[in-house]
């Protein structure tokens, strides 16, 4: 670099907004210099190309100090407002995780479409400048609780994931780089029952998470409980059968015929995901009472739930054996 004499600061330095993306404010900073992101990531970085990379997840720390340097604001608020905030929360830090649990990429995963970055265009349409939130990259964050409407998760006009770093950014818009549709008019859909949302919001707070009848257990066992949950109920041979024993009545199980049954959790849109994360939240009451006593009245054996690599029982029983936690009596109910 510049051996011993201070980077000069860009012209363009916007400071991050409340609660903003690390990769959004990267892009407003390179608009803010004449540059596209790609552009901006080539001269901080000296010439390396980004690709599709999502840099709310794999931006190094190097590249957070040269834009701190560049731009005087902390390389430690960059880092704040990326995914790897919640490592050791939502997910074990040391694990080495192709997707991140309940952080799916932007744009691509395996080569399948991954809708990692959501958003809420009546936020988007509020806002003197559109920018990304953090909170809409956790997927079961389903809808805005300002607003009372579900996340939108793909463009408007032509369904592809949002993209922050190739979004298109006028004064006022943010459009898709596909097709050029503005994300503020995309349709929001009303919401309702945001307590499972705000039961797994406050949770990302807690060291420990006090699962009613079991005790308490740590938080990222607590996230991969309910990530196991919601694909039981998602997909897979048990689900329907264990979303009709979840409804609580026939216009409650109405609002699931039109979710399809997909092995991969991923690829539900807020609305399905919302209805889906509920449902399944209400195995953990009770646990695993309630959990049993479904799988039971579902026709699901305790046989059959041990074959399946993600089963629920295999994850906590996993734990006891670790010696992280001495189970209560219940936790070996017969199925
Ligand atoms: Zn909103
Ligand atoms: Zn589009």
């Known amino acids: ?50 690709h599709s990379r999502d840099l709310d997840r794999l931006a190094e720390r190097s590249l957070l100090i040269r ?13 704040d407002a ?19 649990p309940w952080l799916p990429s932007v744009g691509t995963e395996r080569t399948r479409p991954s809708f990692g970055q959501q958003f809420c265009p009546l936020c988007l349409a509020e806002d003197p400048v559109p920018y990304f939130r953090l909170g809409w990259r956790l997927y079961f964050v389903t809808a805005c609780r300002r607003h009372r409407v579900h996340l939108c998760d793909r463009c408007p006009g ?35 029952d945001f307590f499972t949302q705000a039961r797994l919001l406050t949770a990302t707070g807690q060291d420990e998470i006090d699962l009613p009848g079991y005790g308490p257990i740590r938080q990222p066992l607590f ?20 979303r009709a024993q979840l409804a609580e009545s026939a216009d409650d199980l ?13 690829q539900f849109e807020p609305r ?10 209400r195995m953990l009451d009770d646990w695993p009472l309630r959990f049993h006593a479904t799988c039971k009245a579902a026709d699901v054996s305790r046989w059959q739930l041990e074959r399946t690599s993600r089963s629920p029982m295999t994850l906590l029983k996993k734990d006891c054996h670790d010696g992280k936690h001495q189970p209560n009596i219940a936790m070996i109910s017969p199925n």
């Open 67 to 79: 834009l701190s340097a560049a731009t005087g604001i902390s390389a430690d608020i960059l880092a």
């Open 223 to 242: 996230f991969e409980l309910v990530l196991r949950l919601l694909r039981l109920v998602a997909g897979g041979s048990f689900a329907r059968a264990l």
């Open 158 to 192: 032509c369904g592809e994931p949002i993209q922050p770093l190739k979004t298109i950014r006028t004064r006022t818009d943010l459009e898709c780089h596909k097709c050029g549709s503005k994300l503020m008019a995309a349709p929001a859909a009303p919401a309702e």
């Open 272 to 281: 399905q995901r919302h209805l889906l994360i509920a449902l399944a939240a």
């Open 82 to 100: 990326m995914v790897t905030r919640w490592a050791g929360h939502l997910y074990d830090a040391e694990e080495r995780h192709i997707r991140l």
């Open 254 to 266: 109405s609002q699931f015929a039109d979710i399809p049954i997909r092995a991969d959790p991923y």
């Open 1 to 50: 670099m510049n051996a011993g004499r201070p980077t000069p600061l860009w012209p363009g330095r916007p400071r991050p907004l409340p609660g903003e993306t690390f990769s959004s404010w990267f892009s407003r900073t390179a608009w803010s210099n004449g540059l596209t992101p790609a552009e901006l990531y080539g001269v901080a970085t000296s010439g390396a190309q980004i």
